[in-house]
């Protein structure tokens, strides 16, 4: 047996002990998980450094605090998430119990990726801890030393058994996906998501897709460009652009491409100092490859800001483009670094129907002081989430769900999200062996007033306080004994 | 006669004009959708007992009412199912607009299956008109309401955004290489084939499968009263229903009580030559009938209740077969027919853990007061004490798990159909306040950020 399909092997066993049903045994976990995040900060920040260039602060402010605050929101609502959940009933089944109990799924995978590690790998996981279920859990191999970091700290703080960490590259993930799963949670790109698609199908096994794709940004003329300018700037060049809802390319006027060209300048300069190179808030392109990819993009379009490079140290200065066309290379597939190209368009119209063009993305972005702007906008495109006036931070309301569509991805998560999404909603309903001569009229011989009955009670639905139930029940039994007298004697 | 390329586009051209986005339309279209359906009844009843024998009652109960019932729950909670979900917010956001919008895929593919050849195109199709354009391939196999349905859907609803592709396995594949925003698949045989064409344009799909639904009879129990829901939810349509009681598990003592009650039940719903009464179906195709009769030859188990078959009419008699081991030809697959096997296990523990060495069943039945049998199972939906009626309750999300994913009925079709957008509307105000997350990053701005964006901080406010 491989290492992988032990690991799997040996979650499905403890799954199946029954341990991790009770909702007390969950939030045990979840806190262990979260004591990992509170002791073992500077472990944390160290890999992360080494991986993408970030602060301590950064990885805390852009990795574990959403985590925390993830794994509180659990904690104080998961013994209601779990319990089961009432639904309507209707006349005949009005004195039974209907409803919805949330039970665990079995064995989930989780694929993690590498520019967010612990938020894109962790967050899934706490769904699937809080939903009963036993998780693999697959960090990316790109960013190695947090990968390392897992793979010690995880089995120290919560289940190993239930909870393995599976490291490894390809070989490694593909064995993992011979094994099945009762779910797949892939966060990455559309690419691969095929293929782990793909996979799943050979066990029926549901996945959730958390994919990217080329989240536009348009820049209405009469904004304010400056506040406009300052959000983006933000939104684009933190983690180096490596963010699934970054703004990818930016959509305006030309009357407004230098102005906002200057603004953007000015936000870099303020956030990341005159050499962003030598600024500790400024990060790094994972590695020589990706830096590569993101430096072929440059070739056809104008720089505008920034441009400079140094492969030793994979390092790409925050970057604007000015003019560039729909056909240049940058904007044909998620640029996933920094580099913001602007698209001149002749007004709304025209960028919608630029936007529309390409596959959904995971986020779209308007800015602009116009609400009707902002509701055409909305109306006339369709993506993952959308967010009017900002970027990214969507991302941090746990109420909302985050998730993707069409080319960006399949199903959502992030709290309440993520526990149904990894959990089985199976509808309960528990009878009794009583009140037999109403179900008399569903039973052959058929005959046409038993199916007038039949029409009436089963399939209408009641919504009545106790008052009306009695009530009901009252003229239930009264009908009950008209049609056992009928049909029975 | 249009390609499927071209009704593709043409479905795809109307989607993007944004007709099927207003209410209004889609009340019009579910409105006529209900017209289609009372102005038919007699027509749907024909086919439905041209390709399965179905009596009447049957039909109009599992085909008409259900569906009719759908269309009233769809008509009357549409505008509330259509409404953005506002949430809670937390500090930082405040201010800001925060709601959850439900948003149209495209067009959507819906594959119906055989069985109950109306209800399970239908039902999907309402919870599509959530502003979807449709395609919907019906069930070559159950040839008369196929044709029906290709003769009826152009002429109640909008031409240009529902289309009824028609035809075989071949028809079906073809289908399958085009892009759609959702695939609908309500069957057992090509599901793999099904995720995998999905696969290859990231669509997402909704499954609904079989499975072989146990029925576990045990502690004191009124033997009359759960033969007559045994028998009425297992013999229906000749026990072809995804959620049909597969087998029945219980003690030696309470099947010798169970056999006789079976039989008597029978009669009292069928009568003495039950090949002649018209409230049993038959098989759908000699191919299905064969593939029954090669189970019931196969078995180990002893024949105590019916057996009698006739290859002509396609029929089986309601048949009961004792003694049946773990290893049986009846236990091998779905039976999807009028065979109730009964394997004799003295305890509920062991029932519980033979129902479990199975893959999970579509649905879970339990005639006993024993609450645990629900604790200790895992299954699409549950009923106790009953079977079959759980799924008439459009509150319950009906679907399986291992036997599917996803789930539909009620709002639950609506959800299933729709791209759930998260929306955030920021103003420009309080832009000091977002001072706190720029570069330079410092650990003060930190812990300011994880006071204003923690879910504590709400209810200060």
Redesign the interface.
């Known amino acids: 047996m491989s290492r992988e399909q032990q690991a799997v092997a040996r979650a499905r066993k403890a799954f199946e002990t029954g341990r991790s049903k009770s909702v007390e045994y969950r939030i045990n976990q979840l806190k262990n998980l979260q004591r990992l995040f509170s002791e073992k900060q500077k472990e944390i920040a160290a890999a992360i450094k080494k991986d993408l260039n970030k602060t301590e602060v950064g990885a805390q402010f852009y990795e574990t605090l959403g985590l925390e605050g993830e794994i509180s929101l659990f904690i104080k609502n998961l013994k209601e998430w779990a319990a089961p959940r009432h639904v309507k009933k209707n006349l005949l089944t009005m004195s039974d119990t209907v409803y919805i109990h949330p039970e665990p799924l079995g064995v989930v995978l989780v694929i993690g990726a590498w520019n967010y590690p612990w938020a894109v790998t962790i967050r899934p996981l706490i769904g699937a801890i809080a939903a009963g279920n036993a998780a693999v859990v697959k960090p990316s191999e790109v960013c190695v030393h947090t990968s390392k970091v897992m793979e010690d700290l995880l089995p120290i703080y919560i289940d190993k058994e239930l909870y393995p960490v599976v490291t490894g590259g390809v070989p490694e993930t593909q064995e993992l996906l011979r094994q099945k799963f009762d779910h797949i949670f892939y966060t990455g790109n559309s690419t691969v998501g095929k293929v782990i698609m793909e996979a799943a199908a050979k066990h029926l096994t549901p996945v959730t897709l958390e994919l990217g794709g080329k989240s536009p940004c348009y820049i209405d003329k009469n904004c304010d460009i400056s506040i406009a300018c300052r959000r983006i700037t933000w939104g684009k060049y933190s983690n180096c652009g490596q963010t699934c809802i970054a703004p990818d390319y930016i959509l305006c006027e030309p009357s407004i491409q230098n102005r906002v060209i200057e603004e953007v300048k000015k936000c870099i300069k303020v956030f990341y100092t005159d050499n962003p190179k030598m600024c500790p808030d400024y990060g790094r392109i994972i590695n020589q490859r990706h830096f590569k990819r993101v430096m072929a993009m440059l070739e056809d379009s104008n720089i505008a800001v920034g441009g400079e490079n140094d492969e030793s140290d994979c390092y790409i200065a925050p970057t604007v483009l000015r003019d560039v066309k729909p056909e240049a290379k940058v904007m044909q597939e998620e640029i996933f670094g920094p580099l913001l190209p602007i698209l001149p368009v002749s007004g709304l119209d025209e960028a919608i129907k630029l936007i529309n063009k390409g596959e959904k993305p995971l986020a779209l972005y308007v800015f602009s002081p116009d609400n009707k702007v902002i509701e055409r906008m909305r109306d006339e495109t369709s993506s993952g989430g959308f967010l009017a006036n900002d970027c990214l931070v969507h991302y941090s309301v746990s109420a909302l769900p985050f998730g993707g569509v069409g080319n960006s991805g399949i199903g959502c998560y992030h709290g309440k999200f993520s526990f149904d999404r990894l959990s089985h909603l199976r509808g309960c309903l528990v009878k009794k062996l009583k009140m037999e001569g109403v179900n008399d009229m569903r039973y052959p011989p058929h005959t046409l007033k038993k199916l007038g009955w039949a029409r009436f009670f089963i399939l209408n639905t009641v919504d009545v306080g106790w008052v009306g139930r009695m009530a009901l029940l009252a003229a239930l039994v009264m009908v009950a004994a008209v049609v056992i007298q009928k049909y029975l004697l | 006669m249009e390609s499927q390329s071209q009704v593709l586009e043409r479905l795809r051209t109307a989607f993007?004009s944004?007709v099927t986005?207003p209410e209004k339309f889609r009340r019009t279209q579910l409105t006529n959708l209900m017209t289609m359906i009372k102005d038919n009844e007699e027509q749907i009843v024909n086919a439905l007992h041209k390709d399965l024998t179905k009596?009447?009652?049957?039909a109009?109960?599992s085909e008409v009412?259900?569906v009719?019932?759908e269309l009233h729950?769809a008509l009357g909670n549409l505008t509330s199912w259509m409404q953005p979900e506002y949430?809670?917010?937390?500090l930082?956001?405040k201010l800001d607009e925060?709601f959850?919008?439900k948003?149209p895929?495209?067009v959507v593919l819906i594959i119906g299956p055989w069985n109950y050849p109306m209800q399970l195109l239908i039902v999907p199709l309402i919870g599509a008109i959530a502003a979807n354009c449709a395609v919907i391939k019906p069930s070559e196999v159950s040839a008369a309401t196929d044709n029906l349905i290709m003769e009826l859907i152009p002429k109640y609803l909008s031409k240009d955004c529902y289309a009824v592709v028609s035809g075989g396995a071949k028809e079906t594949q073809a289908l399958l290489t085009n892009r759609f925003?959702h695939i609908f698949y309500t069957s057992q045989a090509v599901?793999?084939v099904v995720?995998?064409a999905?696969?290859?344009h990231?669509t997402?799909v909704t499954?609904e499968?079989g499975g072989k639904c146990p029925c576990l009879i045990y502690g004191r129990?009124?033997a009359t009263?759960?033969a007559?829901?045994l028998v009425?939810s297992k013999f229906f349509n000749a026990g072809q229903s995804c959620v049909a009681p597969d087998y029945v598990l219980c003690s030696k003592a309470t099947c010798d009580a169970l056999v006789p009650a079976l039989r008597q039940v029978l009669e009292?719903?069928?009568?003495s030559d039950i090949q002649k009464?018209?409230?049993?179906s038959r098989i759908v195709t000699p191919k299905h009938w064969t593939r029954l009769m090669g189970l019931l030859n196969r078995t180990k188990g002893k024949v105590v209740v019916g057996g009698e078959h006739d290859e002509k009419d396609r029929y089986i008699a309601p048949t009961v077969v004792v003694d049946v081991a773990e290893d049986d030809a009846l236990m091998e697959e779905e039976i999807f027919g009028p065979i109730l096997p009964i394997l004799t296990i003295e305890s509920l523990e062991e029932s519980i853990k033979l129902a479990k060495r199975k893959e999970k069943p579509l649905a879970f039945y339990v005639?006993s007061?024993e609450s645990s049998v629900?604790?200790n199972s895992?299954?699409?939906?549950?009923?106790?004490?009953?079977g079959i009626?759980?799924?008439?309750?459009?509150?319950?999300?009906?679907g399986g798990?291992?036997s599917?994913?996803?789930?539909y009925h009620g709002h639950w079709g609506f959800e299933a159909f729709s791209?759930?957008?998260?929306?955030?509307?920021?103003?420009?105000a309080l832009?000091r306040l977002?001072a706190l997350?720029?570069?330079?990053?410092?650990?003060e701005?930190?812990s300011w950020?994880?006071w204003t964006?923690?879910?504590?901080s709400c209810s200060i406010m």
């Open positions: 993007e944004g986005i009596p009447k009652f049957e109009i109960l009412e259900i009719m019932n729950c949430v809670s917010k937390n930082a956001t925060c959850v919008r948003e895929l495209g925003d599901a793999r995720l995998q999905a696969a290859v990231l997402p499954l499968l129990v009124n009263a759960a007559h829901r009425w009292d719903f069928y009568g009464s018209p409230d049993m005639f007061d629900l604790e895992s299954s699409g939906g549950f009923c106790s004490n009953d009626v759980h799924m008439t309750l459009p509150g319950l999300p009906f798990v291992n599917g994913f996803g789930h791209h759930r957008r998260a929306v955030m509307l920021r103003g420009w832009e977002n997350r720029y570069p330079p990053y410092s650990d701005k930190l950020l994880r964006t923690s879910p504590k």
